[in-house]
């Protein structure tokens, strides 16, 4: 019996129940006021929204993106390697890739 709830499609749709059920009762328990155009408005802390972007395009994401890409699977491939010299040669070549991504 444990073996069978314990299977990712049960425990996944147990999971499921669970989540359906919390979520009906929280939105019988949360409290119902009148509409109005301040409720549905985003909160900007009292200022009006900026009209131009602060970053147009996606350039920047691009880079902050193969960064953590490039951080990431570098530390992965160390952490599953043996100290050797080629260990340390490729944690060179990061900090050089790296070092690259930052300055741009």
Do not use: C
Request: charged content about 10%.
């Amino acid at each position: 019996m444990d073996k069978i709830i314990l299977s990712p499609p049960i425990a996944f749709l147990i999971n499921f129940g669970l989540v359906a059920l919390l979520s009906g009762l929280g939105g019988y328990a949360a409290f119902r006021g009148k509409q109005s155009a301040e409720k549905s408005s985003t909160y900007s802390s009292g200022e009006a929204a900026p009209v131009s972007f602060g970053a147009p395009g996606y350039r920047p994401f691009f880079v902050i993106a193969l960064f953590f890409a490039v951080l990431h699977l570098g530390v992965l491939v160390l952490g599953t390697s043996t100290p050797s010299m080629t260990s340390f040669a490729f944690l060179a070549g990061l900090i050089v890739a790296l070092w690259a991504l930052i300055l741009g």
